[in-house]
């Protein structure tokens, strides 16, 4: 791929041969990733096994998906969907965060509600151990 368009790439891209060696990248890669010369050195540890299967694709095969943690520039691990296409053992990998499923929103209400039945349930708990604790007592004597 010609290195000016690569750099046009408007997501996380990375030329790559099978080390894991950067070969070429975007721009946006950079707005993601500290620079590096191989992908192996933002690539969680718990993660690394499933780069090994992401380099050891065919050539000329279907592309392959992992999610894999990667460091980003400011040395926070996230959670990104990698997908690897392999053409003359030149890999052509594009990363994009995965961002998380955002749920109903937390107010101060909702929190005081969770807070209020949390208090009852932990109230109830110790009714019901005393009880059990005066009958194991009646049972001694």
């Known amino acids: 791929m010609d290195t000016n368009i690569a750099k046009l ?7 790559i041969n099978r080390e894991g060696t950067i070969l070429n990248s ?3 890669t950079h ?9 192996w050195n933002i690539i969680q540890k718990e993660d690394q ?24 520039n400011n040395k ?13 053992d030149m890999g052509h990998l594009v990363c994009t965060e995965i961002k998380k499923m955002t749920t109903t929103s ?10 209020q039945n949390a208090e009852k349930r932990l109230e109830q708990s110790g009714k019901h151990l ?3 604790a005066k009958i194991l007592n009646l049972r001694k004597h």
Do not use: E, G
């Not at 790439?9 to 030329?15: D, K, L």
């Not at 990733?33 to 992908?39: A, E, K, L, Q, R």
């Not at 992401?54 to 998906?65: E, R």
């Not at 937390?106 to 807070?115: A, E, G």
């Open 49 to 72: 096994h499933k780069a090994i299967l992401m380099l050891s694709h065919q050539n000329n095969s279907q592309p392959l998906t992992h999610h894999l943690v990667l460091q980003t």
């Open 130 to 132: 005393n009880t059990a």
């Open 76 to 88: 926070l691990f996230i959670s990104f969907k990698c997908t690897i296409q392999w053409k003359d």
């Open 9 to 15: 790439i408007p997501v996380p891209y990375f030329q």
């Open 106 to 115: 937390i107010t101060p209400l909702s929190l005081q509600r969770l807070l």
């Open 31 to 39: 707005s993601y990733f500290y620079p590096t010369s191989n992908i």
């Open 26 to 28: 975007s721009n946006q």
